[in-house]
C-alpha cells in the first residue's frame, strides 16, 4: 500500500491538476479579442426571395412607366422620383442576376493585439469576409487594458497597513 502524498515534501511530484494550473498561470493570455458587429454583405436569395424581388421589379417598371407618363409635374421632382426608382430597378436587377441581396450581417471581429490585425467572420457562415491593420484608437484599447490589469495586480499586493484600535 502506497502512503498519501505529503503537499509538504518537495521531492513528490505534482498532480496533474497542479501542473495544469501551474502551467496557466505561467502562460500568457491570448492575443485575440472577439467582438461581434453588424456589416452589409451579399446574402444568398432562396426561391420565394427571388420570386418576391421578381415582382417588385415588374412593380418597379410599372412604377416608372407611370411615372414618366405623368411627366406634367415639375421637371425637377420628375428627375428626382425618376432616379429613385431606377436606383431601385439597379438593385432588383442586380439580386436577380446574382442570386444574392445586399443586407446587414451579424459579424465577429477579432482584435489580434500581437499582430495588429483585425479579422471578420460572418456569424451565420463562419466565412472570413476580410482583414484589416488596427486603427490607432483600437491599439489604444490594449494599452488601456493594460494599465488596468497593471493596477488591479498592484491592488492585489497591495496589502492595507493595519492600525491599533487600543489606547
Not at 502524498?5 to 491570448?30: I, V
Not at 458587429?37 to 426571395?49: F, G, M
Not at 466565412?127 to 490589469?149: F, G, I, N, W
Amino acid at each position: 500500500m502506497t502512503k498519501p502524498k505529503d503537499p509538504k515534501d518537495k521531492n513528490a511530484t505534482p498532480s496533474p491538476d497542479a501542473t495544469k494550473a501551474a502551467d496557466s498561470a505561467t502562460k500568457p493570455k491570448l492575443e485575440v479579442q472577439k467582438k461581434s458587429t453588424t456589416i452589409t454583405l451579399p446574402v444568398n436569395l432562396n426561391k420565394v426571395e427571388l420570386i418576391e424581388r421578381q415582382n417588385g421589379l415588374l412593380k418597379l417598371l410599372d412604377r416608372k412607366d407611370s411615372a414618366a407618363a405623368n411627366a406634367k409635374a415639375s421637371s425637377d421632382e420628375h428627375k428626382s422620383i425618376k432616379q429613385s426608382i431606377e436606383a431601385e430597378i439597379d438593385q432588383s436587377r442586380f439580386a436577380l442576376r446574382t442570386n444574392t441581396e445586399k443586407r446587414p450581417v451579424v459579424c465577429d471581429q477579432h482584435f489580434n493585439h500581437k499582430e495588429q490585425t483585425v479579422t471578420v467572420f460572418r456569424c451565420d457562415t463562419g466565412a472570413r469576409v476580410h482583414e484589416r491593420k488596427m486603427t490607432p484608437s483600437e491599439r489604444q484599447t490594449t494599452l488601456d487594458e493594460k494599465v488596468a490589469a497593471a493596477k488591479k495586480k498592484e491592488a492585489k499586493t497591495h496589502t492595507p497597513a493595519t492600525t491599533p484600535t487600543g489606547k
